[in-house]
Every structure is written in C-alpha cells, then in structure tokens.
C-alpha cells in the first residue's frame, strides 16, 4: 500500500503561480513512478506531468509545456509541482498519483494508487 497526501492549491490570479507538493509513504520501492492529473468540471481526467524517481527524468502534456515543473525531494519522498503563467483553464482539482515502475504512460489506470486531491482555481 501507498499513500498519497497532497498540499498546496488554492485561488490565484491569471499570470500568477501557484505550488503543489505530494508526500508518499508506504511501501514505496525504488523504482517507481509518480505524476499529476487533473480534472476540471464537467471533463475527464487528464495527465500533466510525470516524475521517474530513478534518474529523474519527467514527461509534460503539451498544455502545461514550459509553464508547469515536476521534481522530486528523494529525502522526504515528495513531488512537487510548481506551476508558472496560470491560466483560467488551468482551473481543477489536482491529483497526485502513484505507480511501480517506470512508465510514460498519460493513461490513469496506468497508475495504482491516488491522492485525494487539492483545488486549484485561476480567476481570469
């Protein structure tokens, strides 16, 4: 089991910026993947960005390109997003996912377990 805790979210301006950051703990082995989704009302969920923890390297929709970062703090077993230029349509409910191994996939039943999610509003 894994358990995902996130924090962070809030209201914020057009322009403005905003960070996310997700605490695993558990039964979190040494090769495994987390990511970020979203879902705004009235849509599916949808990937923004993924963090392979070994190595490192990171995966982006193309929505989120340039404006969004994902990293890691291996000592607290965190991932964080911070998220840059906000848009209205940034707007949702943001969560933190799991899964073991790596993976790029931008499917979320690729990833097992889920945090409960945090809100993320962006007033134009």
């Known amino acids: 089991q894994v358990q995902l805790v996130e924090s962070g979210g809030g209201l914020v301006q057009a322009g403005g910026s905003l960070s996310l950051s997700c605490a695993a703990s558990?039964?979190?082995?040494?090769?495994?993947?987390m990511g970020w989704f979203r879902q705004a009302p009235g849509k599916e969920r949808e990937f923004v960005a993924a963090?392979?923890?070994?190595?490192?390297?990171?995966n982006y929709a193309d929505s989120v390109k340039g404006r969004f970062t994902i990293s890691r703090d291996n000592a607290k077993n965190t991932v964080n997003l911070q998220m840059n230029s906000l848009k209205p349509e940034d707007t949702a409910v943001y969560y933190c996912?799991?899964?073991?191994?790596?993976?790029?996939?931008?499917?979320?039943?690729?990833?097992?377990?889920w945090g409960q999610g945090t809100q993320v509003t962006v007033s134009s």
């Open positions: 558990g039964h979190t082995y040494s090769v495994y993947t």
């Open positions: 996912a799991f899964t073991y191994g790596s993976t790029w996939s931008v499917q979320e039943g690729s990833y097992r377990y």
């Open positions: 963090i392979r923890w070994s190595g490192g390297s990171t």
